[in-house]
């Protein structure tokens, strides 16, 4: 439960997006980044009226 109710806390303070950023500002101040080697992330969804 104690694990649920962390996750259920942190994803709505949004900690992994916000540690993501830190991350990536970090090592974009080193010039570390190669954003060409960059995934792109993406959604999914659903096509209307099944894609017809």
Do not use: Y
């Not at 649920?4 to 992994?16: D, T």
């Amino acid at each position: 439960m104690t694990t649920f109710r962390r996750f259920a806390e942190w994803s709505q303070a949004r900690v992994r997006a916000k540690f993501h950023r830190l991350i990536l500002d970090e090592l974009g101040s080193q010039g570390e980044l190669d954003w060409s080697r960059c995934p792109i992330e993406s959604v999914s969804l659903q096509a209307v009226k099944g894609g017809l």
